[in-house]
Nanobody, 121 residues
């Protein structure tokens, strides 16, 4: 089972991007899912997470008010809507899944490849 992240790109500051994390079949439909990012020279950091049901979400302070995590009705694809992007949001963004339904900032066992987000000033 693979997690496939997409939607990254180059955008000007203040712009928006929507990242998607798809999985094959019905995998991870009931699992908590998360988004993380890693900027050059920095450690990977938590961005946002959503519960298996989709009813609970959790955000890093840097993402609150600007980013929205959601999942589709089948709960297999997870999205990260990013608005009011800043140059400091530039990073490789990774999607992840947990065996648990509870969204957390750590403890994700399954990871997808990253998608590059570059925000120009």
């Amino acid at each position: 089972v693979q997690l496939q992240a997409s939607g990254g790109g180059l955008v000007q500051a203040g712009g928006s991007l929507r990242l998607s994390c798809a999985v094959s079949g019905r995998a991870f439909c009931s699992n908590a899912r998360g988004w993380f990012r890693q900027a050059p020279g920095k450690e990977r950091e938590f961005v946002a997470a959503i519960s298996g049901s989709g009813y609970s979400t959790y955000y890093a302070d840097s993402a609150k008010g600007r980013f929205t995590i959601s999942r589709d009705s089948a709960k297999s694809t997870v999205y990260l809507q990013m608005n009011s992007l800043k140059p400091e949001d530039t990073a490789v963004y990774y999607c992840a899944a947990r065996k648990s339904v509870i969204p957390t900032t750590t403890g994700y066992e399954f990871w997808g490849q990253g998608t590059q987000v570059t925000v120009s000033s």
